[in-house]
């Protein structure tokens, strides 16, 4: 059987395939022009070659070198990642670790681990995949880089994190994030890039970094495949 190339969004027929048509692509808010280097957010004004940073970033810095997103968590982004996470519809992923290889591509280092931001396995079993290792082992193969799925694991079952602050985050997320005791030589010394679907305040990161540098890893990158305008 052949199919037909369809939009990944819409289902209108177009030229490539995991593409989306022209006017679902003018509809999803891909991030470009001047971003914090720290968060990725879209920032105004122009590049003057320094360093930018965003308000909160320079408030509490991360704890991580550079993050980046290559769509806002808004209008068709938002349902398009919503259908990878819960709509069990894996093949998105590959387009979007395509538009994350693009908008990393300033965060890519020789021998770099890529590793995803871990998922409960009780999550796991609910939604059958953790979408975070599908982008990651999608963006391994984008960018040639080697991937542990497994790097770090989730000791607790962590409550949902929606709609609570970043410090209830922080609090409820300390101590939940922990090294597989098996993959901690992957990490020593080397640079690591931590993949999310969505960064909100980036708590989860923050722990996923931490748990890394207190592995003996070298310098924490992140790149997620949406972020979230403004922490609600
Ligand atoms: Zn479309
Ligand atoms: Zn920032």
Redesign the pocket.
Known sequence: MIYPPR??????L?KADFG??????RDTPFIGGVVCESCGMPLPGEADGHRIECDDCMKTPRPWQDGRAALLYDGKARSLILALKHGDRPELARPAARWMAQAGRDLFRDDMLIAPVPLHWSRLLKRRYNQSALLAQHLGRETGLEVCVDLLVRRLKTPVLDGKTAAERAETLSDAIVPHSRRLHRMQGRDVLLVDDVMTSGATLAVCARACLAAGANHIFVLALARVAKDA
């Open positions: 939009c990944m969004s819409c289902g209108e177009t989306l048509c022209g006017s679902c692509w």
